[in-house]
C-alpha cells in the first residue's frame, strides 16, 4: 500500500507539471490543426503550374533532348527531365539523380545563367497579365523547408490582384514554384506555422527543429499519458466518492477529470502520433524510391528525337519524358491536365521494367487499381488513377506504385511505411477508410475528438495558471 500511495503521489505530480509544461502546446496544436483541416500550407499544385504555363513554342526547339542532356552534363540519368516555356523561349528542365538542377535552352543547347529579378518580373507579367512588383530572398516562412533549398534565391512577385497573391520565381531554374495568397499567409500563422512548430529560425536549422519538435511532443506524450492513467485511476463510478460523485474533483478540476477521461485517449492519440510523424529513430522509411531503384527502373533508354518532340499536339504546355524499362515515353501535357502518352503504356512494358527495382528480390504480383484504397488515396494530396501496385518479396515487402498511364515511378511502400501509414495517417489525420470515402463524416470526427482534447487542454491551462500564480510562503516560514 506504501508504494501504491508513493506511486499514485509521484503521478499526480508527475502530471501536475508536465501537464502545466505542456498544457498550452496542446492547446495550440488542437485549434491550430483545426485551422489545417481547411487551409494547407502554400504550395504550388501540379495542376496551378500546368494552369499558367503558356503554350510551347515548338517551332523554336532546335536542340534534341539527348544533346541538352549531354550540356548538362550529370554524371547518371536524371530523376526528371522535361521541356517548358520560360518567358517567351522553350527550355529544358533537368533534375539529376542527386536533386542538382539544370536548365538547357532548347534553342541553342547552352546551360543558362541565374535568373535577374527583372527578368522574373517580365515573365510573370507575360503569364499572368500583371506584376506589380519584385523582391528577392534567400528564404522566408512560407519557402523554410528542405526541398527548396537547390532553388534559392527567390524572386516574389506580387500581382497585385484582390487575392494578395504572390509568385515566388526560382533565381536558380527561373521557373515559378510556389504561390501565396494573402488568405493562405493569414490563416496560416495561426494554423501550420504554431501547429508545426514552423517559425522560420528555427525550421531553417532542420536538426534542431526535428530535437525541438521530438522533445516536445515526446513531453506531450508523457502529459496525456500520466492524465489518462490518473484520470481513470481516480474515477469511480460504481463506488463513489462520499459526495456522491464519480470524481473526487469540483469545480474545473472535476471537469478537466471527466473530460480527461472521455477525450484523453484522443488527445493522446493525436500527440504520440505527432511524435511518430517526426519518424523517431529512423524506424520508418520513407516514401520515395532511391537513386539506384530509380535508374534500374529507367534502365538504358533513348531519348526521342527532334521530329517527335515537334510533332506534339497544339496546345501542350509541357513535355517530359519518363524512362522505364530501357524505353522512353513522351507525355504532353496541356494547360487543363490533359495527358497525351507516346508509346501507351501496359502491364507488360511495366513487368518488364519491374525487375530493375530490387534486383535482388522477385516481383511477386502486380495490381492494377482504378480505384483508391486504404494504401493508394487522395485525401489530402491529388494522386493519379488507375496505377499499378508492384509487390516484391524482399524481407520488407515493398510495394511500388506506377502511374498506369505514363509509366512513371510514383513511391516505395515496404511493410515500415504501412505501419506509419496507420500510426500517423490514421491516428494523427483520422485517414480512416470509412471517413475518407466520406468527408462530412471526417470533419464531424475531427471536430468531436479535437473539441474533447480542447477542453482538457484549456481546462488544464487553467489549473495550471491558478498554480503558478498561488501564493508562496515567505522564506523561513513553516506553513
Do not use: C
Amino acid at each position: 500500500m506504501r508504494s501504491l500511495k508513493r506511486a499514485k503521489r509521484w503521478l499526480v505530480l508527475g502530471h501536475r507539471w508536465l501537464g502545466i509544461g505542456t498544457g498550452l502546446f496542446f492547446a495550440v496544436w488542437l485549434l491550430s490543426g483545426l485551422v489545417m483541416l481547411y487551409v494547407p500550407f502554400p504550395s504550388l499544385t501540379e495542376a496551378e503550374r500546368l494552369a499558367r504555363l503558356p503554350p510551347l513554342a515548338l517551332n523554336q526547339v532546335g536542340v534534341a533532348p539527348a544533346e541538352a542532356l549531354r550540356a548538362a552534363v550529370l554524371p547518371a540519368p536524371p530523376r526528371s527531365f522535361g521541356l517548358e516555356m520560360r518567358g517567351d523561349a522553350p527550355v529544358y528542365r533537368i533534375v539529376s539523380a542527386e536533386g542538382a538542377l539544370a536548365t538547357v535552352s532548347a534553342v541553342t543547347g547552352a546551360v543558362l545563367p541565374p535568373v535577374a529579378p527583372d527578368a522574373a518580373l517580365a515573365w510573370v507579367r507575360g503569364q499572368t497579365g500583371r506584376a506589380a512588383g519584385v523582391r528577392t530572398l534567400e528564404r522566408d516562412q512560407w519557402t523554410v523547408a528542405g526541398r527548396y533549398d537547390p532553388l534559392r534565391p527567390f524572386h516574389v512577385v506580387a500581382l497585385g490582384d484582390g487575392a494578395g497573391t504572390e509568385l515566388y520565381v526560382s533565381g536558380v531554374t527561373g521557373a515559378v514554384v510556389l504561390d501565396t495568397t494573402a488568405r493562405e499567409r493569414f490563416w496560416n500563422w495561426l494554423g501550420a506555422v504554431p501547429h508545426w512548430l514552423y517559425p522560420t529560425p528555427l525550421r531553417a536549422r532542420p536538426d534542431l527543429w526535428r530535437d525541438v519538435v521530438l522533445w516536445v511532443s515526446g513531453f506531450g506524450v508523457a502529459g496525456a499519458l500520466s492524465g489518462l492513467a490518473l484520470g481513470i485511476w481516480r474515477l469511480r463510478p460504481r463506488r463513489r466518492y462520499p459526495s456522491g460523485s464519480a470524481t473526487p474533483y469540483r469545480g474545473i478540476a472535476r471537469l478537466h477529470h471527466l473530460f480527461g477521461v472521455v477525450g484523453g485517449l484522443g488527445l493522446l492519440t493525436f500527440v504520440a502520433s505527432g511524435w511518430l510523424s517526426m519518424n523517431p529513430n529512423r524506424w520508418f522509411s520513407g516514401p520515395s524510391p532511391d537513386a539506384a531503384m530509380r535508374q534500374g527502373y529507367a534502365g538504358v533508354a533513348p531519348l526521342p528525337g527532334l521530329g517527335e518532340i515537334r510533332a506534339a499536339p497544339a496546345g501542350t504546355v509541357a513535355l517530359r519524358f519518363i524512362a522505364a524499362g530501357g524505353t522512353t515515353r513522351l507525355v504532353a501535357l496541356d494547360a487543363a491536365g490533359g495527358r497525351r502518352v507516346t508509346p501507351a503504356v501496359d502491364e507488360v512494358a511495366i513487368r518488364a521494367a519491374a525487375p530493375g527495382l530490387m534486383p535482388g528480390a522477385q516481383l511477386a504480383g502486380v495490381e492494377r487499381l482504378a480505384a483508391y484504397d486504404a494504401y493508394w488515396y487522395a485525401h489530402h494530396d491529388a494522386k493519379p488513377l488507375p496505377v499499378f501496385r508492384l509487390a516484391f518479396d524482399d524481407p520488407a515487402g515493398t510495394w511500388f506504385h506506377v502511374d498506369a498511364t505514363t509509366g512513371e515511378l510514383l513511391d516505395r511502400l515496404d511493410r515500415s511505411g504501412r505501419v506509419h501509414r496507420w500510426l500517423f495517417a490514421a491516428l494523427h489525420r483520422l485517414d480512416l477508410p470509412v471517413l475518407i470515402s466520406n468527408r462530412p463524416a471526417w470533419d464531424v470526427a475531427q471536430w468531436l475528438l479535437n473539441g474533447l482534447g480542447l477542453v482538457v487542454a484549456l481546462t488544464g491551462v487553467v489549473m495550471g495558471w491558478r498554480r503558478l500564480r498561488r501564493p508562496r510562503p515567505a522564506f523561513g516560514t513553516r506553513g
